[in-house]
């Protein structure tokens, strides 16, 4: 009898540990995902310069450029959200992957305008339809059910993407032939092995047929409001790094240094990635004040210059990117504790398509004021605008405290870890 019982309790004993290495392997494949797609929408930053000089595109055109992606992005995000939800995930992250690859090809093939726009439009399709499903299957997939850590390692898998595309954009098309090609090439070699790479997911149990309303349950809108504020206002003031920091330093230095323009512009999401791991340890509350008075001491730097001299812009950089990993993963940690979790893709894609408006629309505003005012000047307005937000949006995200959730079955002390406190 007891040579009977023995096997069988080692077999009892490792069971848990198939699903816990399957969920560990999706969440591996959904952050790598994330880091490939979020890298390909940055990687024109440092370049665009380089495709005013070549197609004659002035500065208005040229945020228009890059503001295509927040303006797709926006509705695809409404409408992604619930479909990861309610279909799963893996036939959704493919074919963001798909529509990600024809995006770099418009680039590499680009022989005007229409091709970058076209080539934008797509990077927003793309990542518009995967960030809130490789964000929702990260926090679904948290190992022991930590929600707020996982809600961490999805943001940071954004904004290491991000910072990775334009660093490396730059070293290679300052230092490596076909600068407008090659990058996307490299970038299309990472799509195929994500393609790869989301082969372990599949269609989660208990996935509803057909998409849910976009929408934020009432007790937490309040929350929700003041994390998108403190988000918007720091991917705004990282949007003017990302949108026209590299012509400003061009002009200014007389000369293009792409290295130079990705550093500065990847100086921003490096010390945003470095910032991040912080909101653990200070609560997302205290992450989001603490956040937005870095997001503001930066934009008064880069105002008294406005970009152009390189210690003052390298020195807002480091201000403006500390400020947005804190107050970015700060609101990021404190919607994801509250979303409830059959509404966790939804939820995740509402908040980043508000983080997305803010990367783009000051961008846009920036190169219409350029119309009547040398671009530098542009800068020192809209860094004055957005400084001028920051002091009450800094006193709602205090004043706003979340609702005390239950813990969920099986998850005991989930809900202290993400409460903010």
């Known amino acids: 009898m007891p040579t009977v019982l023995r096997p069988s309790a080692p077999s009892r004993a490792r069971r848990p540990a198939?699903?816990?290495?399957?969920?560990?392997?999706?969440?591996?494949?959904?952050?790598?995902l994330l880091v490939v797609l979020t890298a390909g929408a940055y990687l024109p930053s440092p370049l665009y310069p380089g495709y005013q000089q070549a197609f004659g595109i002035g500065d208005l055109g040229m945020t228009l450029v890059y503001a295509t992606f927040a303006v797709v992005s926006a509705p695809v995000l409404l409408l992604f959200g619930t479909l990861s939800d309610a279909v799963g995930h893996r036939s959704l992250l493919r074919a963001g992957i798909v529509i990600a690859a024809l995006g770099s090809l418009c680039f590499a093939a680009a022989q005007g305008p229409g091709w970058l726009l076209a080539g934008r439009a797509a990077q927003g399709l793309a990542l518009g339809a995967v960030t809130g499903a490789a964000s929702a299957l990260i926090v679904r997939r948290a190992p022991g059910g930590d929600r707020a850590r996982a809600s961490l390692r999805a943001s940071t898998a954004f904004v290491t993407g991000a910072a990775a595309g334009p660093i490396g954009a730059g070293l290679l098309a300052q230092y490596a032939p076909e600068p407008l090609v090659l990058p996307y090439l490299v970038h299309l070699v990472l799509l195929a092995i994500a393609w790869q790479r989301v082969a372990v997911l599949g269609r989660p149990q208990g996935a509803r047929r057909g998409p849910a309303r976009a929408h934020v349950p009432r007790g937490m809108r309040m929350l929700f409001a003041t994390a998108g504020a403190a988000g918007f206002l720091a991917w705004a003031a990282a949007g003017l790094f990302l949108a026209v920091m590299g012509a400003v330093l061009d002009r200014a230095a007389g000369s293009a240094d792409l290295a130079l323009s990705g550093g500065v512009i990847g100086a921003v999401l490096v010390c945003s990635g470095l910032?991040?791991?912080?909101?653990?340890?200070?609560g997302p509350r205290a992450a989001q004040a603490a956040g937005l008075g870095a997001v503001l001491a930066g934009l008064v730097t880069l105002a008294s210059t406005g970009g152009t001299s390189v210690p003052f812009t390298v020195a807002a950089a480091v201000l403006t990117g500390t400020g947005l990993g804190l107050a970015y993963g700060g609101a990021t940690a404190a919607v994801s504790a509250q979303a409830p979790p059959d509404a966790q893709g939804a939820i995740a894609s509402l908040l980043y398509l508000v983080f997305y408006l803010g990367a783009g629309l000051p961008a846009v505003a920036v190169g219409a004021l350029s119309l009547w005012h040398p671009l530098p000047a542009a800068v020192f307005w809209m860094s004055c605008a957005l400084a001028a937000c920051v002091p009450p949006t800094v006193a709602a995200v205090l004043c706003t405290r979340p609702r005390r959730r239950g813990p969920a079955p099986g998850r005991a002390g989930e809900a202290p870890r993400g409460s903010g406190r």
């Open 18 to 32: 198939v699903p816990d290495r399957a969920a560990a392997r999706a969440g591996r494949a959904a952050s790598y």
């Open 275 to 282: 910032a991040q791991p912080l909101v653990a340890w200070c």
